[in-house]
């Protein structure tokens, strides 16, 4: 304990000296003495790594002999990668548009009334749910349980999933949701759904109480409500918010991983870019592919988050 609380003054004041000192020096030197070791991290934690990353894409499994674009060339013809990459498009489409389209409505729809705030929470929760741990609930609500032959209905095994009880209620035979393609995919794919709406309704939410009472108003005298306002007053004023979310979750998206490993291992054709790089570098061993993989989601990801900025930016000029 006293060595803590000596430790403690010494580091506070060296802290205070150092402070003392810094008043004294050049501006430039002060600014040179917080950038350096920030531009150090970046060289070390990111730079030099996409350096060797994208050198590794050009060697073998073992990282020894130069193979040039092999890899490349196998991600993008051999029918297994082919699949990945489909699956990785498939998704970067689809939960950008569902997830936002889905937060928009539902924002508007519970916008000033008298649930709001718990509505709200409802479609927010799953947020703060991991990964891992939204992909083991959604498990659940897939499970499966086979139907026994010869048995009378009665004496059938009850289902413990959501969506296999459901059908046994209407009538129908219960299914194996995540094993079979290409439909398998779309039930990962509702998972990141889940989870993405409640931040496209926090951030539309909050741009649709920005819009200018004035401007509601007048629309309103002019005769327009509901639809058309939607229409022609909502969504024009919320653009620049829009397409931030949507290219925010489409990185996101891009980078998915934790899905598919912890539901179906990347197994029955619902394997995506990240889920491929790491059972390439990790699983199969195979550095160059994996190496190969990894630049192309880096490639992927870059004209997104380039708009994404530049979109920022607009949002910040207009303000």
């Known amino acids: 304990m006293i060595v803590a609380i000596a430790l403690f003054v010494v580091v506070m004041g060296l802290v205070l000296l150092l402070v003392e000192r810094a008043k004294r020096l050049p501006s430039w030197a ?3 003495a917080f950038l350096l070791p920030t531009v150090a991290m970046i060289l070390f934690g990111l730079v030099w790594p996409a350096i060797d990353t994208i050198r590794a894409s050009f060697y073998d499994r073992n990282g020894q002999n130069f193979v040039g674009a092999d890899n490349y060339v196998q991600a993008f013809t051999q029918n297994e990668f082919q699949i990945v990459l489909r699956n990785t498009a498939v998704w970067v489409v689809v ?3 569902v997830a936002t389209f889905i937060g928009l409505v539902y924002a508007v729809l519970v916008d000033r009334t ?3 705030k718990f509505a709200k929470t409802l479609v927010f929760l799953p947020m703060a749910i991991s990964m891992v741990g939204a992909s083991i609930i959604w498990r659940f609500v897939y499970e499966y349980r086979p139907v026994l032959e010869n048995v009378p209905a009665e004496f059938q095994p009850a289902q413990i999933g959501l969506m296999n009880q459901l059908l046994v209620w209407l009538g129908l035979e219960p299914q194996q949701f995540l094993l079979s393609p290409p439909l398998n995919s779309f039930f990962l794919i509702v998972v990141m759904i889940w989870i993405q709406a409640g931040f496209a309704m926090t951030v539309l ?3 649709i109480k920005a819009i200018p009472d004035d401007i509601v ?3 309103r005298l002019d005769g327009l409500g509901g639809l058309r ?3 022609f007053i909502t969504v024009p004023s919320i653009r620049p918010a829009l397409v931030v979310v949507v290219t925010t979750i489409a990185m996101g998206t891009l980078k998915v991983f934790d ?3 912890t539901m179906t291992g990347g197994n029955f054709e619902t394997s995506v870019v990240a889920n491929e790089f790491y059972r390439q570098s990790f699983v199969q061993r195979n550095t160059g592919m994996g190496a190969a ?4 989601l880096f490639v992927l990801v870059i004209p997104i988050v380039a708009y994404n900025v530049r979109q920022l930016r607009r949002a910040e000029e207009i303000r």
């Open 114 to 116: 008298r649930f709001e």
């Open 30 to 32: 002060v600014a040179a």
């Open 217 to 219: 108003e007048a629309a």
């Open 95 to 97: 939960v950008p548009i």
């Open 205 to 207: 939410s909050a741009a």
């Open 293 to 296: 993989l990894a630049v192309i």
């Open 259 to 261: 899905i598919v490993r």
């Open 229 to 231: 306002m939607f229409r």
